[in-house]
C-alpha cells in the first residue's frame, strides 16, 4: 500500500488510517484520521493483530451509510446484504478495535468499535447500543410521529428544553429562538438550566419571543449563573408558583409550576448527583420524595404534567452503555428506583415510552467525544403526566435535529 513498514504504533496507525481515508473518502470529505477520536486508537493492552472488515452499505435505505462511513469489529467479517438495484459500496478496513457496540441503522445490522463515525444528517437514526434487544430499534421522528391533529381538534403544544445557559444559546451558538417558535407553533415553552440572574430577567423576557406574554422565571440564588427554569406561554395561567415549599430545595430555582383550566404544568431541573454521586443521598432520600409528593397533592384538585431535565435514564434503552454507566450521575440503581417509586408508581406515565415502548431515543449527549455525532447518548428529559390524562396524548415526541445545546427540546400536543 506504500505505507511504512517501521516505526512506533502510534505513527503506523495514522500513516495507514491516512492512506485509507485517502482511498475511500477521497476529494468528497474530510481524511479519516482527523475524523477518528483518542478513544479508537487501539489500547495496548491489547493484541495488535490486525483484522479485515468487509462491509456492502446501502446508500438508498441505510441512512448513515455513505461512502465516507466505515463500520469496525472485532475478529469478525461482516457482510449486509442490499437489493441488486441499489448501489453498492464495498469498505475493506486493516483496523484493531477492543470495543465493540451494536449499530442498527433501518434493520441493517453490523459490529462497530466506539469510534464509529456518523456523519449523517440524522445520526440519531442510527441505533448505538450496547445491549441491544431484538425489538429495538433507533428513533427516527420523521416517520415515527403521528398525524397532525384537524384544525378543529382543541390542543396545546408544549416545548421543554434543557438550554445549558440561556444567553449562550441566544448569543453564541447561533440558534434563534423565534425559528423554533416559527418552526414548532407551540403554546408553552418550559426552559431548564437558564444560568441566568434574577438581575437579567427583564432584558431576557424582552427580547425573547414576541406573542408570549406570560413568562414565569426562578434563578438560583444560593449559587449565581447556576440551574435556573421558566415557562413561557401565550396561554395565560390561573396561578403560578415557585418551588416547591421547601426552603432547603429551593434556592437552586429548579421548579415553576403553572395552572390552566384542565391540568398543572411544571417544569423542573431535577439536581444532578454529580461527579462522585456526592448529592446522591439528597437527591433519592430528600428531593426526589419531595417532588412526588407535591405533584400528588396538586392532583388532588386536577391533573398533572411533569417536564424537564429529570436526570435519570430511567432503563437500560434509554442509555447507549448501561454497563459502564451503572455508578454515574443519572443512572445509578439509587436514582432509577427512586424513578420507579416516586413517580411511576405514584400513577405518573413517561409519554415518551409509552408512545415509544421499544424506541431508542435519546435527548442528551454529552459534548465530549463526538457523542452527538455517534449518538452515544442518554433519555433524561420526560414529559410525565397524570394517568388520567395519558389518553388525550396525541404525541410525545424528541427533535434531536435542534443541537444548540447539549439536550435536544422535546414536545408534547395534549388534546383538551
Not at 417532588?291 to 436526570?311: A, H, R
Amino acid at each position: 500500500m506504500g505505507v511504512a513498514a517501521r516505526g512506533n504504533k502510534k505513527d503506523l496507525v495514522s500513516a495507514l488510517m491516512e492512506s485509507l481515508g485517502e482511498e475511500v473518502i477521497g476529494k468528497e470529505g474530510a481524511s479519516t484520521i482527523e475524523q477518528i477520536g483518542p478513544s479508537e486508537v487501539p489500547s495496548k493492552r491489547k493484541s495488535a493483530s490486525s483484522v479485515v472488515v468487509e462491509q456492502k452499505l446501502e446508500t438508498s435505505e441505510v441512512i448513515s451509510a455513505t461512502p465516507s462511513k466505515r463500520s469496525r469489529t472485532k475478529q469478525k467479517s461482516i457482510k449486509g446484504t442490499t437489493p441488486e438495484e441499489n448501489p453498492v459500496t464495498t469498505v475493506k478496513i486493516n483496523k484493531t478495535s477492543h470495543k465493540k457496540e451494536t449499530v442498527v441503522a433501518n434493520g441493517a445490522i453490523a459490529k462497530a468499535g466506539l469510534g464509529l463515525n456518523v456523519d449523517g444528517a440524522e445520526p440519531w437514526t442510527v441505533l448505538v447500543h450496547k445491549k441491544p434487544q431484538a425489538e429495538w430499534i433507533p428513533y427516527n421522528p420523521k416517520v415515527m410521529r403521528p398525524p397532525p391533529l384537524s384544525k378543529d381538534t382543541r390542543a396545546l403544544k408544549i416545548l421543554s428544553w434543557n438550554v445549558n445557559g440561556l444567553k449562550a444559546l441566544v448569543k453564541n451558538r447561533g440558534f434563534s429562538v423565534h425559528e423554533l417558535a416559527q418552526r414548532e407553533d407551540f403554546d408553552v415553552l418550559c426552559l431548564q438550566e437558564t444560568k441566568i440572574q434574577e438581575k437579567d430577567v427583564d432584558v431576557i423576557k424582552e427580547s425573547l419571543l414576541e406573542g408570549y406574554t406570560n413568562s414565569f422565571w426562578t434563578c438560583s440564588v444560593s449559587k449565581l449563573g447556576y440551574s435556573g427554569t421558566a415557562i413561557i406561554s401565550r396561554v395565560k395561567p390561573l396561578s403560578i408558583k415557585y418551588g416547591l415549599g421547601v426552603p432547603d430545595h429551593d434556592t437552586e430555582g429548579r421548579i415553576v409550576t403553572v395552572e390552566f383550566d384542565d391540568f398543572y404544568l411544571l417544569t423542573a431541573y431535577v439536581p444532578n448527583s454529580g461527579d462522585g454521586l456526592k448529592r446522591l443521598t439528597y437527591r433519592v432520600t430528600e428531593w426526589d420524595p419531595c417532588l412526588g409528593n407535591y405533584m400528588k397533592e396538586l392532583e388532588k384538585s386536577k391533573p398533572v404534567i411533569l417536564t424537564g431535565d429529570l436526570n435519570c435514564a430511567h432503563q437500560e434503552i434509554d442509555i447507549h452503555d448501561p454497563a459502564g454507566n451503572s455508578r454515574s450521575a443519572g443512572f445509578t440503581k439509587e436514582e432509577r428506583k427512586s424513578f420507579e417509586t416516586n413517580f411511576l408508581s405514584k400513577g405518573f406515565v413517561d409519554t415518551f415510552r409509552k408512545q415509544h415502548p421499544d424506541v431508542v431515543g435519546y435527548s442528551y449527549w454529552g459534548y465530549r467525544h463526538n457523542c452527538r455525532k455517534t449518538n452515544r447518548g442518554w433519555r433524561l428529559d420526560y414529559f410525565l403526566v397524570s394517568e388520567s390524562i395519558a389518553e388525550r396524548v396525541h404525541d410525545s415526541y424528541i427533535l434531536p435535529d435542534v443541537s444548540a445545546s447539549d439536550h435536544s427540546p422535546l414536545g408534547l400536543i395534549l388534546k383538551l
